[in-house]
């Protein structure tokens, strides 16, 4: 098993991979602390990618990716995932209630 090296080779194979055969594709997080290291693998038993980082940015796109894996699990793998963002764009959507008194 070799780790990719780019972010987006790793998105893309990996959703390819899932559409291919969504019933057999599993996706595993493995955060090690004392290493800081975060590992993403996606495999369906024929074929295995992984991504290995310890940068902290990253952590916005490995959410972005549960982002993806979440609607194409609930979707069905041919839904669009254009649209799909991370948590700021969710809570950019999400309407203002106000906690002060009604004036």
């Not at 090296?5 to 057999?24: G, I, N, Q, Y």
């Not at 793998?77 to 809570?91: C, F, H, L, N, W």
Request: with cysteine; charged share 35%.
């Amino acid at each position: 098993m070799v780790y990719m090296t780019s972010w987006d080779d790793f998105v893309e194979r990996s959703v390819h991979l899932f559409r291919a055969d969504p019933e057999k594709t599993r996706y595993v997080m493995k955060y090690r602390h004392c290493d800081g290291k975060l590992v993403l693998k996606v495999t369906d038993d024929k074929e295995c990618l992984k991504f290995k980082t310890d940068q902290a940015q990253d952590a916005k796109k490995m959410e972005k990716l549960n982002n993806i894996f979440f609607t194409l699990m609930a979707r069905g793998p041919e839904a669009d995932i254009s649209e799909v963002g991370g948590k700021e764009q969710m809570e950019a959507q999400a309407p203002k209630k106000g906690r002060g008194r009604k004036q």
